[in-house]
Antibody
């Protein structure tokens, strides 16, 4: 059974940093692109970033490029989203998702709140 | 960026009745290899979003056959032949033909 478990969310002040993690199981992790998707309170879904199988290629939505870094450790079946210079508009539930062009399996999400 | 526009933004449907959601993109989602990367998701309250339909019309594993997808180019439709109470939530279309991946605004389905 495919499982994706996010962790690391919390309350931070504007300008601070936070790192989210995602632990994957139930599939050959190193064979798949992975994705982060977020949902701000009362808003729709927003794609944040993709990473390819070996971590050599990463793609970001414009609003986070230069502030967020997506990485992976295939030996640990883990993903990381390093978020710097956080803004109030980054407040959202962040989902770790498997990418096969479709987003076929989703984690339960971890909430991030950026507030002073 | 490709903008995805869903209509309607909300639906109220009696159980057993059909429902339809439209999704339009600002550019054709047909790629140079003849693939169309258009997807439908349902986000139920308190759950993670779930994939319903992939590549316009293919039902994902375990999705009931009362859900169907159709369309081409820039116009796509999700149909529910007979709405059930468990279908409550927000439906999203999504394209991944071109980065950035973009979602529609969502269509909220409620049961009468």
């Amino acid at each position: 059974e495919v499982q994706l478990v996010e962790s690391g969310g919390g309350l931070v002040h504007p300008g601070e940093s936070l790192t989210l993690s995602c632990l994957a199981s139930g599939f050959t992790f190193s064979d798949f692109y992975m994705t982060w998707v977020r949902q701000a309170p009362g808003k729709g879904l927003e794609w944040v970033a993709n990473i390819n199988q070996d971590g050599s290629a990463r793609y970001y939505v414009d609003s986070v490029r230069g502030r967020f870094t997506f990485s992976r450790d295939n030996a640990r079946n883990s993903l990381y989203l390093h978020m710097n210079s956080l803004k109030a508009e980054d407040t959202a539930v962040y989902y770790c998702v498997r990418w096969v062009r479709a987003l076929d399996f989703w984690g339960r999400g971890t909430p991030v709140t950026v507030s002073s | 960026d490709i903008v995805m526009t869903q209509t309607p933004l909300s639906l109220s449907v009696t159980p057993g009745q059909p429902a339809s959601i439209s999704c339009r993109s600002t550019q054709s989602l047909l790629d140079s290899h003849g693939n169309t990367f258009l997807y439908w998701y349902l986000h139920k309250p308190g759950q993670s979003p779930q994939l319903l339909i992939y590549e316009v019309s293919k039902r994902f594993s375990g999705v009931p056959d009362r859900f169907s997808g159709s369309g081409s180019g820039t116009d796509f439709t999700l149909k529910i032949s007979r709405v059930e109470a468990e279908d409550v939530g927000v439906f999203y279309c999504m394209q991944s033909t071109q980065l950035p991946v973009t979602f529609g605004q969502g269509t909220r389905l409620e049961i009468k």
